[in-house]
């Protein structure tokens, strides 16, 4: 095994060069930069020519790519070319953030899809298979921007019980709770139906394996089939889902955060994005793929570790 995943880390160096090459180049082909946001129509084009230098964007792309690449490569991720921040301190205290948010929502996300999709996929033609199926189908074509627009005016502004927005103070664990309430469900309701779905989908098909009926003719109850038999072979591709979600951690509520103003890395990026910040930008989606590649790798390990089958 240990093998298998020195293979694959090496396998991932050269995917992420050639990742890192992409996002720089079409950053690099946008109409604008960062320096295009902090010109002021007053500023002589001598003062523009000095910005461009100091921030490197008067070199040849290739040579950019290569003094970026090196310094990513040393852990210098650079500065913000917008208020000067070191971006690896602004994202050392902005992931956290965003992990105590998207961590608990997921894992409560997976629990209810399990149970839901499970339901659903044994009898899909049952009245709890047909609601499970709606509200699934609901909660795909539902924007989570729109979700917490709702939860922010009946729970929040009607209703008074949470506050609309921020992370509240990072000495009172409790008011940081009631800060992420709002946030929380929205990110609940916004990761569960494509899980469940999958659950679904994985469970119905299970119930049409030769086994099912196999058990069935020996006698054994639909409970000692669904836990002993159907449940096991379900959670094996789970298990590679929440691998490949990975990724979530850092980028995966970028739309919430940004509605709810929760310092995470989703707002750092979306700042960035407005501001045309490139080295922000650059930072967070290769980041982004780095945990990607992890986590596929993850999922493997994982797949490996819950089917001996496979280290056969």
Known sequence: MLKTIFSRLLQAIPLLIVISFLVFGMIHLAPFDAVDAIIKPN?????????????????????????????????????????????????????????????PAYATSVVIATVLGLIGGRAPQSWAGRVIDTVTAVGLATPSFWIALLLIYFLGYAANLFPLFGMGSAHQPLDVVWHMVLPYITLVVAYFPELARYVQSKTIGEYQQDYVMVQRAFGATERQILFHHVLPNVLLPIVTQIGQSLPLLVTGAMITETVFSWPGVGTYMMDASVKLDYPVILAVMLLSATLVVIGNLLADVLYTVVDPRVRR
């Open 43 to 103: 500023m002589s084009p001598g003062v523009v020519h000095v910005l461009r230098e100091r921030y490197g964007l008067d070199k040849p792309f290739l040579t950019q790519y290569v003094l970026w690449l090196e310094n990513f490569i040393m852990g210098h991720f650079g500065h913000s070319i917008i208020n000067q921040q070191d971006i690896g301190q602004a994202l050392a205290e902005r992931i956290p953030n965003t992990v105590i948010l998207v961590l």
